[in-house]
């Protein structure tokens, strides 16, 4: 069973660009959230889309922006970089299950953004 | 807001040996979930036990397992017979049981674990 795809995993950008991050859920899983890790800030919340619509948003700028696909596969967009937002992206999916379900998110190995 | 507080930032322990990882955590919600999350060097994030709050009966896999005291917020995590395999950052995570909280967890900074041969 194939686990949780990011792509792509290394990647580097410059001050004001944006860049575009994809995650593809394990199969079967219909939530996809999303984590920044950072040596100063640790792991922060950034969202979490189910059936296509966002449920829940961390602390981040409008920036920081994310969509779901009918396929449950998801993206995030950084739009106008800046050196703070250099870090390790995590994607995270479940099954999202009802009240009795601990929902154990299960990560992707995560893409690593340079800003220069 | 939940917090979620890790006061050793590295900790180390002889191979074979046991070492207990803390972790507590603040929260007024009564219904919650408790993790703890291994980082390898390689930074897939994996899950190494999980704890629901409603649940008095510390939880357990193979070498790993918890101790869980609700009313003092605390959720300590014992690694047993250590191996070399077992290091890594070890994140501790909280998540609320409500309904738009399936996605979010709120994570400790991490303790660096170093087992020595």
């Known amino acids: 069973k194939a686990g949780v795809t990011q792509t792509p995993r290394y990647l580097i950008k410059t001050r004001g660009q944006q860049v575009t991050l994809s995650c593809s859920p394990i199969s079967g899983h219909r939530s996809v959230s999303w984590y920044q890790q950072t040596p100063g800030q640790g792991l922060q919340f950034l969202f979490e889309?189910?059936?296509?619509?966002?449920?829940n948003k961390g602390n981040f700028p409008g920036r920081f922006s994310g969509r779901q696909f009918s396929n449950s596969r998801s993206e995030m967009n950084v739009s106008t970089l800046e050196l703070g937002d250099s870090a390790l992206y995590l994607c995270?999916?479940?099954?999202?299950?009802?009240?009795?379900?601990?929902?154990?998110?299960?990560f992707g190995a995560g893409s690593r953004l340079t800003v220069l | 807001a939940q917090t979620v507080t890790q006061s050793q930032p590295e900790m180390s322990v002889q191979e074979a040996e046991t070492v207990t990882l803390s972790c507590t955590y603040d929260?007024?919600?009564?219904?919650?979930?408790l993790f703890w999350y291994k980082q390898p060097p390689s930074r897939q994030m994996i899950l190494v036990i999980r704890?629901?709050?409603?649940?008095?009966q510390n939880a357990t896999e193979n070498r790993f397992s918890v101790n869980f005291q609700k009313a003092a917020k605390s959720f300590s995590l014992k690694i047993s017979d250590s191996q070399l395999g077992d290091a890594a950052m070890y994140f501790c995570a909280y998540r609320s049981a409500g309904g738009t909280s399936y996605g979010k967890l709120t994570f400790g900074q991490g303790t660096i674990l170093t087992v020595h041969p």
């Open positions: 889309y189910f059936s296509e619509t966002q449920r």
């Open positions: 929260t007024s919600e009564s219904d919650y979930y």
């Open positions: 995270a999916s479940s099954f999202r299950t009802g009240i009795s379900g601990a929902n154990v998110l299960t």
């Open positions: 704890q629901e709050a409603y649940k008095q």
